[in-house]
């Protein structure tokens, strides 16, 4: 069972055994006034169901849900269940079935179990049996899994408990900035081992294996699936291939990936160049860009000014790098700086990777609007202590998007031949995990990478 001991990877002054209960006890506090403005008296979370493959007797690998993993760093246990009475301490449902196809998971261990009641379950009737005869005012919060619409009463995924609960989950405890953490030094320890790999002229699928072996995780076991990009390759923004075949020539790595401890992901982009010259240039200058960027977010920004300034500043590199005809104000009243920065400058960051929570203005009141133009940002709320952002900046060379440019009048604000000549080593991406403080952020990133140099 994937349950990290806990005391891998501790702060400086408390262990996260210590931080686990103060952090469990604002999740009931926060969770029993969410119930009561709701009209609802208990919780019940599902941990998630195996999947199963169509027309086979297989599942699909096992995705815990993160509403689950509030509660429990419980990672790899399907139908397991978490029952929260608002002034008791809450229970653990947990699946141990009688089996000898697949080996059942074992009891948890850990100093934070003591934190619940713990009852092993053979199945779900067991688990049925084990709750209250009467669940109605009990609120639901899970997948419809075969059997549930025999628990009469419950009140499934009710939509604004679900915001109340999700507005909250932003703003991290100690404990799970401490898990943020651990999980940026595993994630940096695979990215390391990844440039070498690309360094020694590995394939794609040579390089994710180096991280995957640098971070002791399968890949079932991460926040998602490693974006490990080489050359043009780097122009799909969420490029889903791994080439088996190394390439003729290696320009470029770019690579997105993260690893996850205790249920917490981290986020982390980085981009390589083979050889010194103009592409490992813009290397440079985008790295300072996104510096510059990370320097600006305190407590109070909103996050959406943090966007447009990625856009203001990329326009000034497009101008100095000489990729566009025209003047960087020309090129942000143009539109000219999406055609190389068509997604959003970050988003929010915990248990899972585009976490929950992004557009609310607040539990009851209506989502804050994007900006005009800019579709994919997925964060509009102004920044608060305790926030985990990604900053993400991005300069890439995608065909479509620079087809559509040229055929029509922004044709002539581009540079066509500095585009062809970088064209085939993809974009560039710098990905940096913050968490937000009153004054400023840290960067759980970089110093995952200090720590590993």
Not at 114 to 134: H, K, S, T, V, Y
Not at 154 to 170: M, S
Not at 183 to 189: F, S
């Amino acid at each position: 069972m994937a349950v990290p001991h806990l005391t891998e990877s501790p702060p400086v002054a408390d262990t996260l055994e210590d931080l686990f209960g103060s952090h469990l006890s604002g999740v009931c506090r926060r969770t029993a006034a969410a119930l009561e403005s709701c009209g609802y008296r208990s919780l019940l979370v599902h941990s998630g169901s195996l999947r199963p493959i169509f027309q086979d007797d297989r599942t699909h690998p096992f995705e815990v849900n993160a509403p689950f993993k509030v509660w429990t760093p419980l990672s790899d246990v399907p139908d397991c269940f978490v029952h929260f009475v608002p002034g008791h301490r809450p229970r653990l449902l947990f699946h141990q079935p009688t089996d000898y196809w697949y080996k059942p998971a074992s009891l948890p261990e850990g100093c934070w179990t003591g934190n619940f009641e713990i009852l092993p379950c053979a199945d779900l009737q067991a688990a049925r049996a084990a709750l209250p005869q009467d669940l109605s005012h009990t609120a639901y919060l899970g997948e419809d899994f075969g059997g549930l619409a025999g628990w009469a009463g419950l009140a499934l995924n009710p939509p604004r408990l679900i915001r109340h609960l999700d507005y909250h989950r932003a703003v991290k405890t100690p404990y799970e900035l401490a898990c943020l953490r651990a999980a940026n030094r595993l994630g940096a320890r695979g990215h390391r081992a990844a440039a070498r790999a690309f360094a020694a002229g590995g394939s794609e699928f040579d390089i994710e294996l180096a991280f995957l072996g640098a971070c002791g995780q399968r890949e079932q076991e991460l926040p998602y699936n490693p974006i490990v990009a080489l050359n043009e390759n780097g122009a799909v923004l969420h490029y889903q291939v791994l080439e088996k075949r190394r390439p003729a020539q290696h320009h470029s790595l770019l690579i997105d990936a993260g690893a996850e401890f205790a249920g917490y992901a981290s986020d982390i982009t980085r981009t390589y160049a083979r050889e010194s010259g103009e592409f490992a240039d813009l290397i440079g200058r985008m790295d300072r860009l996104q510096q510059t960027l990370c320097a600006a977010v305190r407590a109070g920004v909103d996050w959406r000014e943090v966007h447009l300034d990625a856009h203001r500043l990329t326009a000034e590199v497009l101008a100095e790098t000489d990729l566009i005809t025209c003047s960087p104000e020309e090129a942000l009243d143009s539109g000219i700086t999406s055609v190389f920065l068509p997604h959003g400058i970050g988003h929010l960051l915990g248990l899972e990777v585009h976490d929950v929570g992004g557009f609310m203005r607040a539990p009851d009141a209506d989502d804050i609007e994007r900006p005009e133009n800019h579709p994919y940002l997925r964060l509009t709320r102004a920044l608060e202590p305790g926030f985990v952002v990604t900053m993400e900046p991005g300069l890439y060379f995608i065909d479509p998007l620079l087809a559509a440019a040229r055929a029509d009048w922004r044709g002539p604000l581009i540079h066509w031949s500095r585009v062809e000549s970088l064209r085939p080593y993809g974009g560039i991406r710098i990905e940096d995990d913050l968490a937000v403080t009153t004054t400023g952020c840290e960067n759980l990133t970089r110093a995952a990478f200090g720590a590993e140099s």
